[in-house]
């Protein structure tokens, strides 16, 4: 479950990355210039940029909390054979802590922890909450990254290329506020927040983006 929530995760932030980096390249040479061409080139050539930069800087950050997991994993097993009584004192206040009785809190953790196999399972969960089954994968959420970034990328592109002359910078507008509306929209429902308050956030930055990055372009 924790692998498939960050892989949700990386990739709702990936595409509302992707959305914004590359409607900032793309208003920023629409303001400089009138070609087409040039245009899409820069916008393809940023979306594939950012969909790699972002899938890297995923992997690596997630391999960084991988290797943190598998420390703290060593640490405990380290620990019930150094420390048993300490740590199965944790298990005892854990379960206590949830109104358990102290006397059938030490029951459960006298079951636990007498089954090798479950002992340090047990003893994860409880200080960490983590699955020992079910390590974070660098790999997953780099790869859910990159898609998700080119995925949200070529909304405001498709809008730029395709729109009818004299309406690409209002097609990509809007393209990109429904896109980002979509991203934080998601992002509240994985994590817990409020939708409207995350979509209103959204649009917000999306149209400063946008802002910001068509009068650098015009300015220069």
């Not at 097609?171 to 992002?187: C, D, E, N, P, R």
């Not at 959204?202 to 015009?218: E, P, R």
Request: net charge neutral; with cysteine.
């Amino acid at each position: 479950m924790d692998n498939w929530l960050n892989t949700l995760r990386a990739g709702v932030l990936g595409a509302n990355d992707g959305i914004l980096t590359v409607v900032g390249v793309l208003f920023s040479v629409a303001a400089a210039t009138t070609n087409s061409f040039t245009i899409f080139i820069a916008g393809l050539s940023d979306l594939l940029a950012c969909a790699f930069s972002m899938s890297a800087g995923e992997f690596a950050s997630v391999s960084s909390q991988r290797d943190t997991e598998k420390a703290v994993v060593g640490q405990e097993r380290l620990l019930l054979n150094t420390k048993f009584a300490d740590e199965k004192d944790h298990v005892v206040k854990f379960y206590e802590a949830k109104g358990v009785h102290q006397q059938t809190a030490q029951a459960i953790a006298d079951e636990l922890l007498a089954q090798k196999d479950r002992a340090l399972a047990t003893v994860v969960s409880v200080k960490y909450d983590m699955n020992l089954k079910s390590y974070l994968n660098p790999w997953q959420a780099a790869l859910s990254s990159l898609v998700s970034a080119a995925s949200g990328g070529i909304f405001p592109l498709l809008a730029m290329t395709f729109a009818p002359a004299g309406m690409q910078l209002l097609a990509t507008i809007l393209a990109v506020l429904v896109a980002v509306a979509l991203t934080g929209y998601m992002s509240a429902r994985l994590g817990n927040g409020l939708p409207k308050k995350a979509m209103i956030r959204n649009i917000i930055v999306g149209i400063i983006t946008m802002f910001i990055h068509y009068y650098v372009g015009k300015l220069f």
